[in-house]
């Protein structure tokens, strides 16, 4: 339910002792909150320490910074203000119950940022873009949400966009003035149009989902025989002893997850039971997990001992394009080929090879996750969006009568307008009134 009307405030800096807390505050009832606690409204964004005084009784709360937003130029659009109070528990608490018996309320998850899209303040992948940064733990999460909150991909998105209303605009002038003095081949544009737009979109579909896994981290499944070292190159990787690791084959029964950060992106390491045939139920439920994790997995390490020959699953994996690896060959030389594939040569116990294999990783990160410049699809809503925008645009260059081809480019408009939270006509009119001078 839409509160757009109550005046809300909210703890914006962590729990916990600390030693500022900031309280911010959004809503049309704003400015006479801040009057009533902090004695009047301070210089629009300039600091200015006052004393916080509890109403009825005066009482003074805290002396604090306090700063005024006044509406539009906010964060909200709304009337805003912060104050910067002493971070202890009792001081946040008395503030919190002064500010509730003014007439504000706590603000609900989100509500600052929301009422934010719904004054124009940000559309909602500049939104998704700012809770990315919040939970950013890379630098390359960083920089991708950086870009999204800062509307890169709200730019490229736009820019379809408009293109799009511009053909839909000649579509209709095409359909609903034909006896005016038009171009003859509107309707030809606008199919050409639609498939070099359809082409776009398709490639950026075509990014293997960069963006996502960017954003949720890439996930490695170590996937081999029993006993061929894949929990001691977990511990090893991991720098920490996060698996049991044993001579006695099938001492790892469940899968079992490190997360560790390779060339900027967040990768979750899955080291998971040695693939054979075994007796025990539970062996044979961390073994069907396994091959679960490795086929839900972005990359698969196949893991075989040197001194043995490679079993069937991880010869079965190579050929699936898993990276190869042959641990122990501290005991024995690595195969030159498993599948067709050079394996990597390493010893979980010397550390030979591990730097390889480390930079191997991230080469494979890097490919998976992208980590570049350009504006990402960063959820599957956006890629579900432009899945069908592409598919109404071949629709649209198909079509055979031209309303179908204007209720294409409609279908796809509104896709497209989903992904921002934008999807209006009034632009499509200004098109086809403005460009044309219809019934002048």
Excluded at 139 to 146: D, F, I, N, T, W
Excluded at 310 to 328: H, I, M, S
Excluded at 365 to 385: F, Q
Excluded at 396 to 416: D, T
């Amino acid at each position: 339910m839409e509160h757009r009307q109550d005046t809300i405030f909210a703890l914006a800096s962590g729990g916990g002792r600390g030693a500022i807390a900031v309280v911010r505050l959004s809503g049309p009832g704003c400015g006479d909150v801040l009057r009533r606690v902090a004695g009047g409204l301070p210089q629009a964004r300039q600091a200015s320490l006052r004393r916080l005084r509890a109403p009825g009784s005066g009482e003074v709360l805290d002396q604090a910074l306090v700063l005024w937003f006044p509406a539009p130029a906010s964060y909200t659009g709304e009337d805003c203000a912060e104050l910067h109070l002493h971070g202890g528990p009792a001081v946040i608490a008395a503030v919190s119950e002064a500010l509730a018996v003014l007439g504000a309320r706590p603000a609900e998850p989100g509500e600052f940022t929301r009422r934010a899209f719904l004054n124009n303040r940000m559309d909602l992948t500049a939104a998704e873009g700012i809770a990315d940064l919040i939970a950013a733990e890379t630098e390359a999460q960083r920089r991708q949400a950086l870009r999204q909150a800062d509307g890169a991909l709200a730019r490229l998105l736009e820019g379809w966009a408009a293109r799009l209303m511009r053909l839909l605009a000649h579509q209709e002038a095409a359909i609903e003035f034909a006896d005016d003095d038009l171009p003859s081949d509107l309707g030809d544009r606008a199919r050409a149009g639609a498939a070099a737009l359809k082409a776009e979109i398709a490639t950026h579909l075509a990014d293997g989902g960069q963006g996502e896994r960017l954003r949720e981290g890439v996930v490695v499944a170590i996937l081999g025989a029993p006993n061929a070292g894949k929990s001691s190159l977990l511990n090893t990787l991991a720098g920490r002893e996060a698996a049991i690791v044993s001579a006695r084959a099938g001492t790892t029964r469940d899968v079992v997850e490190v997360r560790l950060v390779l060339a900027g992106v967040p990768v979750t390491l899955a080291d998971t039971a040695g693939l054979r045939d075994a007796g025990d139920e539970i062996e044979q439920e961390g073994i069907r997990r396994a091959r679960r994790r490795a086929g839900e997995a972005d990359l698969v390490l196949a893991v075989f001992a040197a001194n043995e020959a490679p079993d069937a699953a991880t010869l079965e994996w190579a050929a699936r394009g898993a990276v190869v690896v042959a641990n122990k060959v501290d005991l024995a030389l690595a195969p030159a080929g498993i599948a067709g594939v050079a394996p990597l040569a390493v010893s979980a116990l010397t550390g030979e090879g591990l730097q390889a294999l480390r930079e191997r990783l991230e080469a494979e990160a890097r490919r998976l996750a992208g980590a570049g410049d350009a504006a990402m699809l960063t959820r599957p809503r956006h890629r579900a969006a432009l899945t069908e925008a592409a598919a109404w645009l071949a629709e649209a260059e198909a079509a055979p009568l031209p309303e179908l081809v204007s209720e294409a480019l409609r279908a796809a408009l509104r896709a497209l307008g989903r992904v921002t939270g934008r999807v209006g006509v009034e632009d499509v009119l200004d098109i086809v009134f403005g460009e044309f001078c219809i019934g002048k």
